[in-house]
């Protein structure tokens, strides 16, 4: 059967295979194109499989929105190098929109979504693999839908932050958001700090103070520990915090201020928690060398 450009064309747009990877499958599949998309994910499969073991600590962060509806994923790869790659780019992008359109509320449900072009997110990442050369993860994602303002702010393709507003306006949520991706704030309000977490604080304001301060009366003493603490639960909470767009006042009187309350964030940044290999390529070439 002769292998038309028509029928390379219809695979691509079936399957989001290279054109020389369509021409290849159709070729060993005598024209077929059904058994040639079925090809085309084994030989992807194959090589995501001998890669799928490599550590994928670079990457990006990217999102979708729609209204109250919006989306945050993180997609690995080995190098900054292939982060970088316009296939890998693309790739990402498909995959917001796809986590946005489908509803996925998890990987799991992300990987097995159809694409706009026909393949499942994760036939599309096998794909990804045996062009770009390196193992490719869809690794996390968050997702927020609410009648609320909800706004998305990507970073530098490294830091990606979703924030619900109740109240206010977009311009206020987006702010927060830039807020979000500078400062990290652990948690959202004072109330969601964990008690452990202050009561070890606690424990460490009054292992620092001195003998005679100690020996204060347990009110005085408790009212001073608990200023102390307050200070640093500030710190670690995003109403605690000075506003960076204003920083002469805080997220919360900036948020007061403007008739809002905000519901909740959530942060994903590229690599968190994973652990990086640092390569040694003097050692590398040494021991090469002594082989």
């Not at 077929?32 to 030989?43: P, V, Y």
């Not at 994602?141 to 306006?169: F, T």
Request: proline share 2%; glycine share 8%.
């Amino acid at each position: 059967m002769e292998i038309t450009a028509g029928l390379v064309k219809e695979l691509r747009e079936r399957t989001g295979a290279g054109m020389m990877e369509c021409k290849k499958a159709l070729t060993e599949n005598q024209g077929a194109i059904d058994i040639a998309a079925e090809w085309l994910r084994k030989q992807g499969l194959a090589k995501a499989d001998k890669k799928a073991g490599r550590v994928a600590a670079e990457g990006r962060v990217v999102a979708a929105s729609n209204g109250g509806q919006a989306v945050l994923v993180e997609i690995n790869s080995e190098t900054d190098f292939v982060a970088k790659d316009e296939n890998f780019i693309k790739f990402t992008e498909e995959v917001a929109k796809t986590a946005l359109a489908s509803g996925a509320t998890d990987i799991e449900a992300l990987k097995a979504a159809k694409t706009s072009y026909g393949p499942t997110v994760e036939e599309a990442r096998a794909w990804l693999i045996s062009k770009v050369g390196e193992n490719v993860q869809v690794r996390r994602m968050a997702r927020i839908d609410s009648n609320n303002h909800v706004a998305a702010y990507i970073h530098g393709g490294r830091i990606g932050v979703l924030v619900e507003v109740k109240g206010g306006d977009m311009d206020l949520a987006r702010g927060l958001a830039m807020h979000v991706a500078a400062m990290n704030p652990p948690h959202n309000k004072a109330a969601d700090v964990p008690a452990e977490f202050i009561a070890k604080e606690k424990e460490i304001e009054l292992a620092k103070m001195s003998e005679k301060d100690r020996s204060k009366p347990a009110e005085i003493l408790e009212k001073i520990i608990s200023g102390k603490v307050a200070k640093i639960i500030n710190e670690v909470t995003l109403y605690g915090q000075p506003y960076v767009l204003n920083t002469d006042q805080t997220v919360e009187a900036a948020v007061k201020a403007a008739g809002a309350d905000v519901v909740g964030f959530k942060r994903l940044a590229v690599g968190e928690g994973i652990e990086k290999v640092v390569e040694d390529y003097a050692a590398e070439v040494a021991k090469a060398m002594q082989g």
